[in-house]
């Protein structure tokens, strides 16, 4: 049984971090890139970034980049999304995902390029 189980969301203030986890089962990550994406209320899912299941690269959307981090660790089975300098704007709620998106579709962190999708874990930035 395919199953992707986020953690490590939670309240956080302004500039302050967060470090979600995707712990996966059920399929060989090796071969499947790993995405993160994220919906806020009222507005529709977005892709926050994505890591290549062959050579480790890794695609950012640019309000993230320099202040998130994804990494993967296949024996753990585990992917990772390292947060800093958090914004209000970063609340929503974050799930990752996993698919065999082509290369050219890598960098544009598509929804639909991604077949299997965790419950999601909710991220607020407030004071």
């Known amino acids: 049984q395919v199953q992707l189980v986020e953690s490590g969301g939670g309240l956080v203030q302004p500039g302050g971090s967060l470090r979600l986890s995707c712990a996966v089962s059920?399929?060989?990550?090796?071969?499947?890139?790993i995405g993160w994406f994220r919906q806020a209320p009222g507005k529709a899912r977005e892709g926050v970034s994505c890591?290549?299941?062959?050579?480790?690269?890794?695609y950012y959307r640019r309000s993230v980049q320099g202040r998130f981090t994804i990494s993967r660790d296949n024996a753990k089975k585990m992917a990772y999304l390292q947060m800093n300098s958090l914004k209000p704007e970063d609340t929503a709620v974050y799930y990752c995902?996993?698919?065999?998106?082509?290369?050219?579709?890598?960098?544009?962190?598509?929804?639909?390029?991604?077949?299997?999708w965790g419950q999601g874990t909710q991220v607020t930035v407030s004071s």
């Open positions: 995902a996993a698919g065999q998106p082509d290369v050219i579709s890598l960098a544009t962190i598509v929804p639909s390029d991604y077949g299997y």
């Open positions: 890591i290549s299941s062959s050579d480790g690269s890794t």
């Open positions: 059920g399929f060989n990550l090796d071969y499947y890139a």
